[in-house]
């Protein structure tokens, strides 16, 4: 079956702009994760939805983040007003709840923010 | 900080050679798993292992826990080119939340 896809897959903008990045989860998974990976570091949590329950945002690290699960599909994080630190791959990973929360990823977002 | 820090940051080993890469967490666990990434790519999944359990292989790797050190570690057996990549844990303190907590990883080179 189809994996985690996302969109699109490289993103350049100017400091300043809005973006958005688009993740499409497995069919059927009831949990999706954003993080965040710079180079050469780990995974930085962002946010995680679970089904029909608040998200838990705890992660986001400024207010100019935010992201939106439609239909419990679908997620776009929006990063507003970019800054150049905000520069990475952002990754989205879904699992299902019998899992063990055994997530899979997408091939990621790479943001550049001139 | 992390809850999951790995060791070595990098490791550089000849084709055939086993590699070993060792994982500390800071709070009580559920379960810890392990994911590959390759340059440029989203992670796969490994392996999971659960508190309850100590060891546990698939294929080429055994994985080992041990909750009263808080550490787990990977062992790649007969490595190979292919297995270069960055070795990933991550811990879930607690199935219901939900969150993993990834550590920086371990870049693994193995040479031909």
């Known amino acids: 079956g189809a994996g985690v896809s996302q969109s699109p897959s490289n993103k350049v903008t100017e400091k300043g702009k809005d973006v958005e990045l688009r993740c499409d989860p497995i069919s059927g998974h009831t949990a999706l994760y954003w993080y965040r990976q710079s180079l050469g570091q780990g995974l930085e949590f962002l946010i995680y939805f679970q089904g029909n329950s608040a998200p838990d945002k705890s992660g986001l690290p400024s207010d100019r983040f935010s992201a939106e699960r439609t239909g419990g599909s679908v997620s776009t994080l929006t990063i507003q007003r970019t800054q150049q630190e905000d520069s990475a791959v952002y990754l989205c990973?879904?699992?299902?709840?019998?899992?063990?929360?055994?997530?899979?990823f997408g091939p990621g977002t790479r943001l550049t923010v001139l | 900080s992390q809850q999951g820090e790995e060791d070595p940051q990098a490791l550089s080993i000849q084709e055939g050679e086993n590699a070993t890469m060792n994982c500390s967490y800071k709070t009580s666990i559920n379960n810890l798993q392990w994911y590959r990434q390759n340059s440029g790519r989203g992670l796969v999944h490994l392996i999971l292992i659960r508190s309850n359990e100590r060891e546990k292989h698939s294929g080429r790797l055994r994985v080992t826990l041990d909750t009263s050190k808080k550490s787990s570690s990977l062992l790649i057996t007969a490595s190979r080119a292919a297995d270069t990549a960055s070795y990933f844990c991550a811990t879930d303190a607690d199935t219901n939340a939900g969150k993993s907590t990834f550590g920086d990883g371990t870049t693994l080179t193995v040479k031909p």
């Open positions: 990973a879904s699992s299902g709840r019998n899992s063990y929360n055994e997530q899979f």
